[in-house]
């Protein structure tokens, strides 16, 4: 049985990734790929399956878990909880998201009514119209 064999954009476009990322983890060997006669690579379907975020898991007869949400933004960057720092209204959250840190300012009462803790799993969700790139 053959596998459904994606291009690299169209790979990138599915797990909601930059085509230069893919084309990175290609290089890195972080996901796999067959190379088509002429040297290009592809990406089979099911490659992708342990980079997409898992939906919830039902409690029951198909009810999602109490608080679960569905987020239509597909930059969503699942990481563990490295550190917490609350000051007044705010707190800074710092995740660990494949062993690169995303740091995100929200608010105080927002930690409280997520729970969140050193150590816990969360999501972050990138929304962005711009990307600034410096070197030091």
Known sequence: MSSTLLTPREAAERLGISYPALKHWILAGRIRTVKTPGGHHR???????????????????????????????????????????????????????????ITAIITADAIRELGLKVGDQALALVKATEVMIGRP
Do not use: C, D, H, Y
């Not at 939906?55 to 608080?67: R, S, V």
């Not at 990481?79 to 998201?97: F, H, P, Q, Y």
């Open 43 to 101: 990406i089979p379907v099911e490659a992708l399956e342990e980079f997409l975020p898992q939906p919830p898991k039902p409690t029951q007869a198909g009810q999602a878990q109490p608080g679960a949400t569905r987020i239509s933004g597909r930059n969503q960057l699942a990481g563990t909880v490295m550190e917490i720092t609350v000051e007044g209204l705010l707190a800074k959250v710092v995740l660990n998201v494949g062993g690169q840190r």
